[in-house]
């Protein structure tokens, strides 16, 4: 059986989309999404952050930071994440605005307090279906190395999902040998659509 994933990072769009990238050229039926007010990429400052609404495309978001500074966003590395970002989809999606659009079976999230926000978020809706989805954080730090990192790290987790028959009897089997594996530490929980 073909699983479909969910990558969920905060709000600037390079965990989730890192993530998204690789798996979707591993052949996996993959979304990726945000889950702050808006989309946020660094600026000239910590104080100034560029600041995009969720649905603008990435282009838009590209072009507006080659006019404003182009040797900066292509020194901190936004211009190639901004890139890449847009042949994977055209627009950051909002998971609280956008994750109905389908039935996932695994959310990955990349750091826990947007894990605590998934999983409130699947908790307060109507659950009609009452298909399991699994939840999983992969704490990763939010650079570009890790964002690397991280999704190789996702996608090695998600491998080890689909190579077994049902994800709901092998799962803390497989969250221990990855732990053991990778010496990271997984946060996990099941709900339900």
């Known amino acids: 059986m073909r699983l ?4 969920v990072c905060s709000s600037n769009q390079n965990r989730s989309m890192e993530a998204h990238s690789l798996l979707k050229r591993q052949g996996f039926e993959v979304a990726s999404y945000g889950t702050g007010a ?7 400052s910590l104080r100034e952050p560029n600041v995009y609404d969720f649905g603008t495309p990435y282009k838009v978001m590209l072009d507006d930071l080659r006019r404003k500074d182009p040797d900066l966003y292509k020194r901190n590395g936004i211009l190639p994440m901004l890139k890449r970002n847009s042949s994977v989809k055209t627009a950051p999606q909002r998971w609280q605005d956008n994750a109905t659009d389908g039935v996932f079976n695994v959310v990955l999230t990349f750091e826990e307090k947007v894990f605590d926000m998934v999983l409130q978020d699947l908790n307060n809706r109507e659950q009609v279906l009452m298909k399991t989805v699994l939840i999983i954080n992969l704490e990763v730090k939010d650079n570009h190395e890790e964002a690397a990192v991280g999704a190789k790290l996702a996608l ?9 028959e049902c994800w709901e009897d092998s799962i803390d089997n497989i969250v221990m040998a990855f732990e053991n594996k990778h010496k990271r530490k997984l946060l996990y929980s099941i709900s339900f659509y």
């Not at 479909?4 to 990558?7: D, G, H, V």
């Not at 090695?156 to 077994?164: M, P, R, S």
């Open 38 to 44: 808006h989309v946020k990429l660094p600026g000239p």
């Open 156 to 164: 090695d987790l998600c491998q080890e999902i689909e190579a077994v």
């Open 4 to 7: 479909r994933y969910a990558m």
